[in-house]
């Protein structure tokens, strides 16, 4: 018989590339989804039409316990979040709400309708939680042990989640694990973050729809992988024979300013400088100066590797706009 898995979040980046990877290793998959007409539902059934839709939100619990209780899941992945950390900046209190307290109700839901020993829990943390250099030095990159030091609601909110998911593994034995994941993006990235702001922006210079593109902070550092690679990565973490957490990285990082350098030379544009303008609205009140990830633990003992690199994650997210934006030359 086949595994079940629960995705929530499954209209977002993550939720596409899971759904997709555990389909493909014969799991059931149902995908939670909230609203009463989200947006998004049209499509995922059509880009995902063997996963099997149920009604909830994070912050309802009841909600929660009826998903629950309807597809009774071997796996819960939460990848549900308000994961905008610009976002985060403006509303704090729905943050907290869905980020973090949205992760306990879920916890919850599973304790209360008996099945701490039953479910194996997927919490998405991520590299958020460590702040950045300026204010956490690692000198190797942040690894499960680095100290945690968020800078925004957001990564405030992700640290409750990490911590409760793990109490609840302490507490209960509940088969939990935290994937500290650093950035992934992917075509399926959202327009709000910046390396698919940048990807649309030139997809549409190269085709004339569009002269500039305005960005904030050019100097913050990520280390970048792509998503689909990662969701490889949360699967794996759930077979192991006991929960633990693990950092999903790169183990390199590259700045917005290289990354803009990358993607305007995939349409022959040398220098990005006379396309790009400074909008201060795009900064933020406290910013992540420099992520760098160390995977060794995933890589020794879950096998993890990521295939795709940053120079072949900037061509693809390119190549997918320009096709995407083509539609729109008149
Ligand atoms: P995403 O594209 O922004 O997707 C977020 C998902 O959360 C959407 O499906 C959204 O549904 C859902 N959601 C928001 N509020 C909800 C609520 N109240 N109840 C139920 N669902 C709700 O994020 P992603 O990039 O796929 O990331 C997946 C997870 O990994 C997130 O938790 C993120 O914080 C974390 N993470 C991401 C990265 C990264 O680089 N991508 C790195 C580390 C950790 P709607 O469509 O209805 O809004
Ligand atoms: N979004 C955005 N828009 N970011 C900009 C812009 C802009 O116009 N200009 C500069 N940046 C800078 C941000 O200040 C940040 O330093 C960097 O680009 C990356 O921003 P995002 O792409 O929004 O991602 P993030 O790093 O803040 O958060 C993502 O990664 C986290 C993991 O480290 C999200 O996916 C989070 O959910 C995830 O946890």
């Not at 306990?104 to 950045?132: P, V, W």
């Not at 990490?162 to 994941?181: K, M, Q, V």
């Not at 940048?198 to 902070?217: F, M, P, S, W, Y």
């Not at 900037?314 to 008149?330: G, S, T």
């Amino acid at each position: 018989m086949s595994k079940k898995a629960l995705i929530t979040g499954i209209t977002g980046q993550d939720g596409y590339y899971l759904a997709k990877t555990l389909f493909q290793k014969n799991y059931e998959v149902f995908g939670l989804i909230r609203g009463q007409n989200n947006p998004k539902k049209n499509l995922v059934e059509q880009e995902l039409p063997f996963v099997k839709l149920i009604e909830a939100d994070l912050t309802d619990q009841s909600s929660l316990v009826r998903a629950i209780n309807y597809c009774q899941p071997d796996e819960v992945y939460n990848l549900a979040a308000i994961s905008f950390v610009a976002y985060s900046f403006y509303a704090p209190q729905i943050t907290f709400d869905i980020t973090g307290k949205g992760v306990l109700n879920l916890l919850e839901a599973i304790r209360l309708t008996n099945n701490l020993d039953k479910i194996k829990f997927y919490q998405a943390s991520t590299s958020e939680m460590f702040g950045g250099l300026e204010y956490n030095r690692q000198e190797k990159g942040y690894d499960e042990k680095a100290l945690l030091h968020p800078r925004s609601p957001y990564g405030v909110a992700k640290v409750y989640g990490h911590y409760i998911t793990r109490n609840y593994r302490e507490s209960y034995g509940l088969f939990a694990c935290s994937g500290i994941l650093f950035n992934h993006e992917s075509e399926k990235r959202g327009y709000e973050f910046v390396t698919r702001k940048i990807t649309q922006a030139v997809a549409r210079i190269k085709l004339g729809l569009q002269d500039h593109i305005e960005l904030g902070n050019l100097d913050a550092k990520r280390d970048w992988g792509y998503a689909a690679d990662y969701v490889e990565g949360m699967w794996q973490m759930l077979q192991q024979n006991n929960p633990e957490d693990f950092v999903l990285a790169t183990g390199e990082t590259h700045s917005v300013k290289d990354f803009l350098k990358a993607a305007f030379k995939e349409i022959g544009i040398n220098d990005y400088q006379p396309y790009v303008k400074h909008n201060p609205a795009f900064m933020r009140p406290a910013e992540v100066d420099l992520l760098i990830g160390n995977s060794q633990k995933a890589e020794s003992q879950l096998g993890w590797k990521r295939q795709v690199d940053f120079k072949q994650l900037v061509k693809l997210m390119v190549e997918n706009d320009l096709a995407i934006e083509k539609q729109f030359v008149k």
